[in-house]
């Protein structure tokens, strides 16, 4: 009966029939959705903008690599490539913007507040808290963190940071010729430690779990097989990094537990660590628990130590190098202090008006974080192109900073850019070393005092001398950018203040 409906023969022309049309439509619509993909429209863009020669699979990874090609490339990067240049991660297209106003369009929006894929290769870098977290997360918990970094509770840290850079300047009298990296960066750390934490700086923290650490990023950029989480998870770096976040937290539990005891007891009547502050926030709010003081104060830890020992190191380096600036620096400080080797005051530091610009230059010739991105969450139009909702946009503040229409001869330190007057008309947009908009650094205020108060000690000191042979700044680009072979420098006792 069967066969007499559906013969033998039509039974398989059909079959075959209707396979031929099942893998035609799966075929079209395969093609319909790739030319109408997000990704393929990323890539049509890509192809039409500039950008350095890209390689085939690895596109311009190898970039990682060469940390110097790269430094000298951004350096004319706006010569280069125009406004907006792009780069392949391996198939993946990122664009580059270096024009402050186009930069304005997305920093200054909160529609594009999310970070780009890069930053999931970061958190055993800069953690798991409000650098890397995205959407409602971000938004509450940087609504709740914006508070603890106001100026009046800055302000009670000025001791923690006057302590540290006395606990420096006792380390330097003894010695001559000085590599200061390791001086400063060890003092850099006594302060978070001290300042989110509540640990005395005297503590031996020698086995404190944030001097440990590897960074993996750039490996896995340079080495765009490992951007695949399924592959890298199987290396040894990635159990290692795996092993050091959980000391990472273990610590900052640890820790927080101490000040939770603390905190019972009204008699004690420490300075309050930014820690304190997040506890009583997590008090008070279901949405702000303990993995996430755990997460934000890691972050604090994090960001706030390479990024200000390379700013404090690179400023040193061109106070050294610029005895002219440390001079007038040198009298302000006189100024204000005269004889008196008092901490300085808020107001002081206020007054520190040419050491402020000698420090702002510093951060426009060497911005700690050399690069950050966002993801953007709408189109964009820029000029003739539109950058398209869903693409990667990098920016390199080192590239912005070089624009020679808005700073002339921008390879020269000249700390008089950064007086009020010639502020004035200057996009706010192309300065970005706290980057800018409602997601910039939340530690630029404590990270610019700190920077005063060390700096400002040191000078009150000695006097810079440069070393000979060893006076080029050589900048390396790392996730922080830093001086290659270190910033060597002859400290010279000032007669009035050592003993
Ligand atoms: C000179 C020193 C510093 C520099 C140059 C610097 C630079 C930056 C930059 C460029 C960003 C934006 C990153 C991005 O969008 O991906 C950022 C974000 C951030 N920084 Fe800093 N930073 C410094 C010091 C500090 C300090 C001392 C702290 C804390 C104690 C800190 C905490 C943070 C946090 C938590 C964020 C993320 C903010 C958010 O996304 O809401 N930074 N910093």
Not at 449 to 464: A, H, P, T, Y
Request: net charge positive; hydrophobic share 40%; proline share 5%.
């Amino acid at each position: 009966m069967k066969n007499l409906i559906f013969p033998r023969k039509f039974d398989q022309e059909m079959i075959i029939e209707w396979k031929f049309w099942i893998c035609t439509s799966v075929v079209v619509m395969l093609i319909y959705k790739i030319f109408h993909s997000k990704y393929f429209r990323h890539v049509m863009i890509a192809l039409r903008t500039p950008g350095p020669k890209a390689y085939p699979i690895i596109g311009n990874c190898s970039m990682a690599r060469e940390s110097q090609l790269t430094i000298a490339r951004l350096t004319s990067a706006y010569k280069l490539y125009g406004p907006i240049g792009r780069m392949w991660f391996s198939f993946l297209p990122v664009f580059i913007v270096f024009k402050p106003e186009y930069l304005q369009l997305i920093l200054g929006s909160n529609n594009h507040n999310e970070k780009s894929f890069y930053y999931k290769l970061l958190h055993n870098f800069i953690g798991d808290g409000l650098i890397t977290s995205s959407g409602e997360k971000w938004r509450k918990h940087r609504k709740f963190l914006n508070p603890i970094f106001n100026i009046n509770i800055i302000e009670k840290f000025i001791e923690i940071f006057g302590d540290s850079a006395q606990n420096l300047i006792k380390k330097i009298k003894d010695e001559d010729e000085t590599n200061v990296t390791t001086l400063i960066n060890d003092g850099v750390l006594d302060i978070l430690h001290e300042s989110v934490f509540g640990i005395p700086a005297d503590l031996n923290k020698d086995n404190s779990p944030f001097r440990q650490g590897k960074l993996v990023a750039s490996h896995r950029v340079a080495n765009p097989w490992l951007l695949f989480n399924s592959i890298y998870s199987m290396t040894s770096n990635a159990s290692d990094e795996v092993k050091q976040k959980k000391r990472l937290d273990d610590f900052a539990r640890d820790m927080i537990q101490v000040r939770r005891e603390m905190m019972k007891d009204d008699d004690i009547k420490t300075r309050k660590p930014l820690v304190d502050y997040m506890l009583e926030i997590s008090k008070n709010n279901s949405n702000f628990n303990e993995q996430d003081v755990v997460d934000e104060a890691v972050t604090f830890m994090l960001a706030g130590q390479d990024s200000v020992g390379a700013s404090l190191a690179f400023s040193i380096a061109l106070l050294t190098k610029h005895q002219d600036h440390q001079s007038k620096c040198y009298e302000e400080l006189n100024e204000i202090f005269g004889d008196d080797d008092r901490l300085p005051t808020m107001n002081d530091l206020r007054n520190m008006k040419h050491l402020e610009m000698c420090i702002k230059e510093a951060l426009r010739l060497y911005p700690a974080v050399p690069l950050f991105a966002r993801c953007l969450g709408a189109d964009i139009k820029c000029g003739e192109t539109i950058l398209p909702a869903g693409c990667n946009v990098f920016i390199f503040p080192y590239a912005i900073h070089r624009l020679e229409s808005i700073y002339p001869e921008p390879e020269k330190f000249i700390p008089e850019r950064f007086s009020p007057e010639q502020c004035q008309d200057r996009n706010p947009y192309a300065y970005l070393p706290f980057s800018a908009g409602s997601r910039n650094c939340i530690g630029h205020r404590f990270a610019l005092i700190e920077m005063k108060v060390v700096i400002s000690s040191i000078l009150r000191n000695f006097k810079l001398l440069p070393v000979p042979g060893k006076t080029s700044i050589e900048p390396v680009f790392r996730i922080t950018l830093r001086a290659h072979g270190g910033v060597w420098v002859r400290f010279e006792p000032r007669n009035n203040n050592v003993e």
